[in-house]
């Protein structure tokens, strides 16, 4: 069974940093890119970054370039996300989320994602 | 950027069509996919490539795509399919999101 199991999430101040993982399992991990989408409260999707299955590519959504780094272990089957410089509209709930092997973008696995707040 | 378009809300009765569109620039070129996301849970993957349906979705989804709208079709809509649900595309290296419809089924 696919298991994406998010955690780092919490309360951080304005300009402060955080740092999300992932946990994969159920499926071999090193053979998948792998994304992560937020949710800001009442709000819909936004995807956040996407990092192919050796590292080789990535991409960052527009709103998080230069702040957010992602990156992965594949011996360790564990996603990251590197927030800094952490603004109020980062805040949201982080999906960690597996792309398909099907050569088309979409997401076919989600974790139950983690909360981040950004308030002072 | 890429935009989609979704109207914020649709209306159902039990075991009639519901009928959700997703509008943006020659989206039929591209692949268009569907996830419905109920409250307090993470999104599920409906329709992928368009039409598709992954496994254990129930056959009353289903998908299609052309011209500048994807649709998403739910038939004999039940009480369980109440959900927000989102189109998502991918364009010049970006995923982009629909901007969600809240399905009610009253």
């Known amino acids: 069974e696919v298991q994406l199991v998010e955690s780092g999430g919490g309360l951080v101040q304005p300009g402060g940093s955080l740092r999300l993982s992932c946990a994969a399992s159920?499926?071999?991990?090193?053979?998948?890119?792998m994304n992560w989408v937020r949710q800001a409260p009442g709000k819909g999707l936004e995807w956040v970054s996407y990092?192919?299955?050796?590292?080789?590519?990535?991409y960052y959504a527009d709103s998080v370039k230069g702040r957010f780094t992602i990156s992965r272990d594949n011996a360790k089957n564990s996603l990251h996300l590197q927030m800094n410089s952490l603004r109020a509209e980062d805040t949201a709930v982080y999906y960690c989320?597996?792309?398909?092997?099907?050569?088309?973008?979409?997401?076919?696995?989600w974790g139950q994602g983690t909360l981040v707040t950004v308030s002072s | 950027s890429y935009e989609l378009t979704q109207p914020p809300s649709v209306s159902v009765s039990p075991g009639q069509t519901a009928s959700i569109t997703c509008s943006g620039d020659?989206?039929?070129?591209?692949?268009a996919c569907w996830y419905q996301q109920k409250p307090g849970q993470s999104p599920v993957l409906v329709i992928y490539?368009?039409?598709k349906r992954p496994s254990g979705i129930p056959e009353r989804f289903s998908g299609s795509n052309s011209g500048n709208t994807a649709t998403l079709t739910i038939s004999g809509t039940q009480a369980m399919d109440e959900a927000d649900y989102y189109c998502?595309?991918?364009?010049?290296?970006?995923?982009?999101f629909g901007t969600g419809t809240k399905v009610t089924v009253l």
């Open positions: 159920g499926f071999t991990f090193s053979s998948y890119s």
């Open positions: 990092i192919s299955s050796r590292s080789s590519t990535i």
């Open positions: 989320a597996r792309d398909t092997l099907s050569g088309s973008y979409f997401f076919d696995y």
């Open positions: 020659k989206l039929g070129d591209k692949s």
């Open positions: 998502q595309a991918w364009d010049s290296s970006t995923y982009v």
């Open positions: 490539q368009d039409s």
